[in-house]
Antibody, heavy 115, light 112 residues
Framework: EVQLVESGGGLVQPGGSLRLSCAASGFTFSSYWMSWVRQAPGKGLEWVANIKQDGSEKYYVDSVKGRFTISRDNAKNSLYLQMNSLRAEDTAVYYC????????WGQGTLVTVSS | DIVMTQTPLSLSVTPGQPASISCKSSQSLLHSDGKTYLYWYLQKPGQPPQLLIYEVSNRFSGVPDRFSGSGSGTDFTLKISRVEAEDVGVYYCMQSIQLPYTFGQGTKLEIK
């Protein structure tokens, strides 16, 4: 059974940083692109970033370029999202998802950016 | 960016009746490899999204056959042949032919 478990969310002040983690199990992690998708409270879905199997390609939505960094550790079956210079508009539930088009999703972790 | 436009934004359906959701993209989703990169997701209340349909018309693992997808180019449709109570939630279409991947606004399905 595919499982994706996010962690690392919380309350952070504007301008602060946070690192999200996603622990994957139930599939060969190193064989799949991985993605982050977010959902602001009461809003729709927004694709944030994805990363190739070996980490050699990474893509981001414009609004997070230069502030967020996606990475992975295939030895630990883990996906990460380093978020710097956080803004109020980054407040959202962040979902880890398998594949470049998300097929399996985690339960999400809430990030709240507020003073 | 490719804009994905869904209609309607909400619909109320009697159990056992059909339902249909339209998704239109601002650019063709047909890739030179012959595939069309259009997906449908359902987000049930309080849950993460789940994949229903990939590449226009392929049902994902475990998805009931009352769900079907169709369309080509820029016009796509998700149909539910007979709505059940468990189908409530918000339906999203998504394109992955061009970065950034983009979603439609969502269509909220309620049961009458």
């Amino acid at each position: 059974e595919v499982q994706l478990v996010e962690s690392g969310g919380g309350l952070v002040q504007p301008g602060g940083s946070l690192r999200l983690s996603c622990a994957a199990s139930g599939f060969t992690f190193s064989s799949y692109w991985m993605s982050w998708v977010r959902q602001a409270p009461g809003k729709g879905l927004e694709w944030v970033a994805n990363i190739k199997q070996d980490g050699s390609e990474k893509y981001y939505v414009d609004s997070v370029k230069g502030r967020f960094t996606i990475s992975r550790d295939n030895a630990k079956n883990s996906l990460y999202l380093q978020m710097n210079s956080l803004r109020a508009e980054d407040t959202a539930v962040y979902y880890c998802a398998r594949c470049w088009y998300p097929d399996y999703w985690g339960q999400g972790t809430l990030v709240t950016v507020s003073s | 960016d490719i804009v994905m436009t869904q209609t309607p934004l909400s619909l109320s359906v009697t159990p056992g009746q059909p339902a249909s959701i339209s998704c239109k993209s601002s650019q063709s989703l047909l890739h030179s490899d012959g595939k069309t990169y259009l997906y449908w997701y359902l987000q049930k209340p309080g849950q993460p999204p789940q994949l229903l349909i990939y590449e226009v018309s392929n049902r994902f693992s475990g998805v009931p056959d009352r769900f079907s997808g169709s369309g080509s180019g820029t016009d796509f449709t998700l149909k539910i042949s007979r709505v059940e109570a468990e189908d409530v939630g918000v339906y999203y279409c998504m394109q992955s032919i061009q970065l950034p991947y983009t979603f439609g606004q969502g269509t909220k399905l309620e049961i009458k």
